[in-house]
């Protein structure tokens, strides 16, 4: 069977994997480095039937794609550096209202401003407590373009699985690149839809009642039921409570749902693992660098592994610690002051055995970066 391959930037195949997965409302707002995939998608989206809106800034892009997924459609929107900030507010909204929807941070230099051409990886502790209150949240990434596409795909599955928003934690270096994929056929890789109530019209809906399964059926707004949605805290039907019982069984279901499924939602791959006596971590364009040096250094007789983690967050704990287990020390390999580095620290058995190669000035990480440090770390006689 003849495959059909495209040589595609980034951020264009990323735009390509939402259609492919369902993508039928867009809102966003034009920042560097993620646009392209507002305007690729301002092209395909209304061919396929769907509906794009530039909207007049990131807060209501968040809040549009809110209430079209509250009316049944597959949504999401793409933003960077102040613009994901921006979205903070309604994103704890959507966590707290249980709204499926996929967010893309193509992740740039900061704080504020920052050098928006230059990529970075400063967001990944943002993705996860960006949010005030206690919440959990998916986040997922990806390092070369056939996995954008794959991740982008589990975006929505995850989000409508499990009935929440899900980060895209993408980077310039990654969305900027142009390299080949390959285009999956249609159904190669499974879709799911929306979980939709049983209830009929007439009958009871209890829109925040989850099954046994954790699992909360949806009715599209203004179609058979009438239900209330609110950030508050709120009961079975959706309105408004401050009863201790419901407060705490509400924040634990939040919480719960994600982080209790951490094996069903782990996404990682593995390179010479076997008998590495040193693995690095690494993700997104990162691991790029890091992969490189391992196949090159494999080549002259060092046992280097690499596992580059796919999902983020809920942090794949379990994974780092099996993986690492019998590890001579550990490499965290990121562009930022080590934000992956301390969730891995917390995993590991011998913390101190841990350690950082990155690079926090605008410039992508080379493999020679990382062969460095690996140099000064034998220095030390680790």
Not at 5 to 18: P, T
Not at 69 to 81: I, N, P, Q, R, W
Not at 214 to 232: A, E, I, K, Q
Request: hydrophobic share 40%; glycine share 8%.
């Amino acid at each position: 069977m003849n495959k059909k391959i495209k040589f595609a930037q980034g951020n264009e195949v990323c735009a390509e994997a939402a259609l492919y997965a369902g993508l039928d409302f867009f809102a966003g707002y034009p920042i560097t480095p993620s646009t392209e995939i507002a305007e690729h998608l301002s092209i395909m989206l209304p061919r396929k039937g769907g509906k794009f809106i530039q909207m007049e800034d990131e807060i209501s892009s968040m809040c549009a794609i809110i209430g079209a997924s509250l009316t049944g459609h597959k949504v999401m929107t793409a933003t960077s550096g102040p613009g994901f900030s921006l979205k903070q507010e309604a994103l704890g909204y959507a966590i707290m209202a249980e709204i499926p929807c996929v967010v893309v941070n193509v992740q740039r230099g900061g704080p504020s401003t920052g050098i928006p051409t230059h990529g970075s990886q400063g967001d990944i502790n943002q993705a996860r407590w960006g949010v005030h209150g206690d919440h959990s949240i998916i986040a997922l990434t990806a390092s070369n373009h056939q996995d954008v596409f794959l991740m982008t795909v589990e975006a929505f599955n995850l989000a409508e699985t499990y009935r929440t928003p899900v980060i895209l934690l993408l980077d310039e270096g990654v969305a900027h690149l142009r390299e080949r994929f390959i285009v999956p056929e249609k159904g190669e890789i499974p879709l799911l839809t929306r979980l939709k109530t049983s209830v009929k019209e007439g009958v009871d809906y209890h829109p925040y009642l989850p099954r046994e399964d954790g699992r909360l059926p949806m009715s599209d707004f203004g179609g058979t039921h009438r239900y209330n949605v609110t950030g508050l805290y709120h009961d079975m039907w959706g309105f408004p409570t401050t009863k201790p019982t419901i407060v705490h069984r509400l924040i634990h279901h939040l919480v719960h749902k994600i982080e209790h499924n951490v094996d069903r939602i782990a996404r990682f791959k593995e390179y010479y693992m076997e008998d590495a006596e040193c693995i690095l971590i690494s993700y997104g364009f990162s691991a790029r660098a890091a992969l490189h040096l391992v196949k090159n250094r494999r080549a002259r007789g060092e046992r280097l592994g690499l596992l580059e983690l796919q999902t983020l967050w809920p942090f794949p704990s379990h994974v780092v610690r099996e993986k690492c287990v019998d590890a001579r020390y550990v490499v965290v390999v990121e562009m930022n002051m080590g934000q992956v580095l301390q969730s891995v620290k917390l995993s590991v058995e011998q913390p101190e055995k841990v350690f950082l190669a990155n690079r926090i000035d605008g410039v992508a990480i080379t493999p020679t970066n990382i062969k460095n440090i690996l140099q000064v770390i034998r220095g030390k006689g680790v």
